[in-house]
C-alpha cells in the first residue's frame, strides 16, 4: 500500500530533519493543547502528545480517501524532577538555563505515527541526555539574547550557538535532540510498511512557508 506522508508540525527544524530521509511530504499544524495532565510524568506526557498531534494531523487531511501515514513529536526535558518545556520569555529561558548549568539533563522526545488506512497508532519515548557546561549568568544572558531560544524545551537551541553550552552529548540518534528521532521514526515507518531505502509514499513536498520564528518544537 502506497501513503501520502505527513508532518504534524510547524517547526522549520523537523521538517528539515525530516528532508533526510529524501520522502516527499507534506505538514500541518496539529494545534492542539500541550498543557500536562494533573501528576502526569514526563515519558506520559511526551507520548500523549505526539500522539494527540498525530491524530489531530489526521484530521486536517483534506483528501482522505487516500492513505496517510500522520507523524507527530513531542519534547520536554526534566530538571530537578521538574516538566520543563518551551520557556516563552527571556526571563524563563535564564531561569532554565541556570538550572540546567553543571547538571545532566535528560530530554524526552515523544513520536508516534498514525495510519488513516487501519487506524493504528505506533507510537515511543526516545531519551537523551544533555551534560551542561558550569555557564556564567553573563554567558547564559549572551546566548539567550543571541539565539532567542524562546520556543524551544531547554532555552536552547543544539543546531545553533546552543552547542556552546554542553561538555558533551549521550544518546543513540542526535536528531532526538533537534525534535524528531530519526532512527525510530524509520522504524516504526517500517511497522507500518514503509521501507525508506526502497520505496516513497505518493506525496507532494514539504511546504515550507511557514514561521521560522517558532523554534524547532512546534
Same mark, same amino acid.
Given at each position: 500500500?502506497?501513503?501520502?506522508?505527513?508532518?504534524?508540525?510547524?517547526?522549520?527544524?523537523?521538517?528539515?530533519?525530516?528532508?533526510?530521509?529524501?520522502?516527499?511530504?507534506?505538514?500541518?499544524?496539529?494545534?492542539i493543547d500541550e498543557s500536562p495532565a494533573k501528576n502526569e510524568t514526563a515519558l506520559s506526557l511526551v507520548k500523549r502528545l505526539a500522539e494527540q498531534k498525530a491524530f489531530a494531523g489526521a484530521q486536517l487531511i483534506?483528501?482522505?480517501?487516500?492513505?496517510?501515514?500522520?507523524?507527530?513529536?513531542?519534547?520536554?526535558?526534566?530538571?530537578?524532577?521538574?516538566?520543563?518545556?518551551?520557556?516563552?520569555?527571556?526571563?524563563?529561558?535564564?531561569?532554565?538555563?541556570?538550572?540546567?548549568?553543571?547538571?545532566?539533563?535528560?530530554?524526552?522526545?515523544g513520536l508516534a505515527v498514525f495510519n488513516s488506512a487501519n487506524q493504528q497508532m505506533l507510537s515511543c519515548v526516545e531519551p537523551f541526555t544533555v551534560h551542561f557546561k558550569h555557564l556564567s549568568v553573563e554567558q547564559?544572558?549572551?546566548?539567550?539574547?543571541?539565539?532567542?531560544?524562546?520556543?524551544?524545551?531547554?532555552?536552547?537551541?543544539?543546531?545553533?550557538?546552543? /552547542?556552546? =553550552?554542553?561538555?558533551? @552529548?549521550?544518546?543513540?540518534?542526535?536528531?532526538? $535532540?533537534?525534535?524528531? !528521532?530519526? /532512527?525510530? =521514526?524509520?522504524?516504526? @515507518?517500517?511497522?507500518?510498511?514503509?521501507?525508506? $531505502?526502497?520505496?516513497? !509514499?505518493?506525496?507532494?513536498?514539504?511546504?515550507?512557508?511557514?514561521?521560522?520564528?517558532?523554534?524547532?518544537?512546534?
Amino acid at each position: 500500500m502506497e501513503f501520502n506522508l505527513v508532518l504534524a508540525s510547524t517547526s522549520p527544524f523537523r521538517q528539515q530533519l525530516l528532508a533526510k530521509l529524501m520522502l516527499p511530504f507534506n505538514c500541518v499544524n496539529p494545534n492542539i493543547d500541550e498543557s500536562p495532565a494533573k501528576n502526569e510524568t514526563a515519558l506520559s506526557l511526551v507520548k500523549r502528545l505526539a500522539e494527540q498531534k498525530a491524530f489531530a494531523g489526521a484530521q486536517l487531511i483534506e483528501n482522505k480517501s487516500v492513505p496517510q501515514l500522520i507523524i507527530g513529536s513531542d519534547q520536554v526535558a526534566l530538571i530537578n524532577g521538574q516538566i520543563i518545556g518551551k520557556p516563552h520569555t527571556v526571563d524563563n529561558a535564564i531561569a532554565q538555563l541556570s538550572a540546567a548549568s553543571g547538571q545532566a539533563i535528560t530530554f524526552y522526545t515523544g513520536l508516534a505515527v498514525f495510519n488513516s488506512a487501519n487506524q493504528q497508532m505506533l507510537s515511543c519515548v526516545e531519551p537523551f541526555t544533555v551534560h551542561f557546561k558550569h555557564l556564567s549568568v553573563e554567558q547564559i544572558r549572551y546566548y539567550i539574547n543571541t539565539e532567542q531560544p524562546l520556543y524551544c524545551a531547554g532555552s536552547f537551541k543544539c543546531e545553533g550557538l546552543g /552547542i556552546a =553550552l554542553f561538555e558533551r @552529548l549521550e544518546g543513540d540518534d542526535p536528531n532526538t $535532540l533537534i525534535g524528531l !528521532p530519526l /532512527i525510530k =521514526l524509520i522504524d516504526l @515507518l517500517a511497522q507500518h510498511g514503509v521501507d525508506v $531505502l526502497s520505496q516513497a !509514499p505518493d506525496a507532494q513536498p514539504a511546504n515550507t512557508d511557514i514561521e521560522f520564528n517558532k523554534g524547532r518544537w512546534g
